[in-house]
């Protein structure tokens, strides 16, 4: 007859305990390795805390119900001597205990705060991103106390070392800790720098899709922060247009900057370049024909100097662009 008892850790300890070190005296494994092992399993399933004792007097080869399961061998020992109550001997020689404990692993990686929202009284939804597992977002516990072990690592663009669980089906992760590795407090003096970072973190926030890895727009973020950080001069301006071309390229929906969208016209003849055109709502560059042909009013030109430029930067790292003199306009 199967007997249920639900028992606590330190009653499970000790019955694992006695069970292993006098009645299998000739057990390989030490008794409390398997008594830790116990425990584990117990804490992970605790909240079914239940053993099935009958299975163990009707067939001496199953210990509990989903913590473990036990080999027996040819020699024969009175189950009675474990302290279970029973007279049914059970063959027990050796043990193999494969454990299945659900326990979630803890995953580290480098990443870059975005955006971090209220929750509760004192925690923080973040939206990160990741170098090995993009954008994701999960709870802080206690980030928005005074005393918290996060510290100033969540702030805006924070380069971080952060550990974090994931469950399976479960759109936010935990967040366990955060190490901070590059702060971009510094630049918050610069006014154009601080809008700039803003500009970052919301453009990424938007484009990137959540659970898909991209390593590139992770080292794009790294190297815009890293030359802002530089302090050079026009560093701001070079790394928002550097950071603007290639968001939307890696994104997928940079345009065609060579080729007339409306006749295929050689925009970049070097004996006679033509001027350039766009508008919002087409996907390409219009020669001027094609501009007065099709009645693209409104229609912005993209000057041939302008395409050099997208050009250098799309072949080029941006500490290797030709200098040249940076202003808003």
């Not at 007859?1 to 000790?14: K, N, Q, S």
């Not at 484009?207 to 727009?217: F, G, H, Q």
């Not at 939307?248 to 370049?273: N, S």
């Amino acid at each position: 007859m199967t007997v249920l008892a639900a028992i606590d850790l330190g009653v499970l300890a000790e019955l694992a305990g006695n069970f292993f070190a006098e009645a299998v005296p000739s057990l390989e494994m030490p008794s409390a390795q398997f008594a830790l092992g116990v425990l584990l399993a117990a804490s992970a399933h605790a909240w079914n805390a239940a053993l099935d004792f009958g299975a163990i007097g009707e067939r001496g080869d199953e210990f509990g119900d989903g913590f473990g399961r036990i080999g027996f061998g040819e020699q024969q020992i009175p189950v009675e001597q474990a302290g279970l109550g029973m007279s049914k001997p059970a063959p027990c020689v050796n043990l193999m205990i494969p454990l299945c404990l659900s326990l979630m692993p803890a995953r580290v990686s480098e990443a870059i705060v975005l955006q971090t929202y209220p929750l509760k009284e004192s925690d923080l939804i973040v939206s990160f991103l990741t170098r090995d597992a993009g954008k994701l977002r999960g709870v802080a516990k206690r980030a928005r106390r005074p005393k918290s072990a996060f510290g100033a690592g969540l702030e805006r663009l924070s380069e971080v070392k952060v550990s974090y669980y994931q469950r399976e089906n479960r759109e936010l992760v935990n967040l366990d800790s955060c190490d901070l590795v590059h702060s971009q407090f510094k630049l918050s003096s610069d006014y154009y720098a601080a809008v700039s970072l803003d500009y970052f973190a919301e453009i990424s926030e938007q484009l990137l899709p959540a659970d898909e890895p991209s390593e590139r727009y992770f080292r794009l973020l790294q190297t815009v922060l890293e030359h802002l950080r530089a302090a050079e001069a026009g560093s701001v301006w070079r790394a928002a247009t550097y950071f603007s071309l290639w968001a939307v390229r890696l994104a997928g929906m940079l345009p065609e900057l060579h080729v007339c969208l409306g006749c295929g016209t050689w925009l970049d003849d070097p004996e006679q370049p033509e001027r350039a055109f766009f508008i919002r709502g087409r996907n390409g560059l219009f020669c001027a024909h094609c501009r007065g042909t099709l009645s693209l009013r409104g229609a912005w030109e993209l000057t041939a100097e302008s395409r050099l430029i997208a050009n250098d930067m799309l072949q080029h790292h941006i500490q290797d662009l030709a200098p040249r003199q940076w202003v808003q306009s």
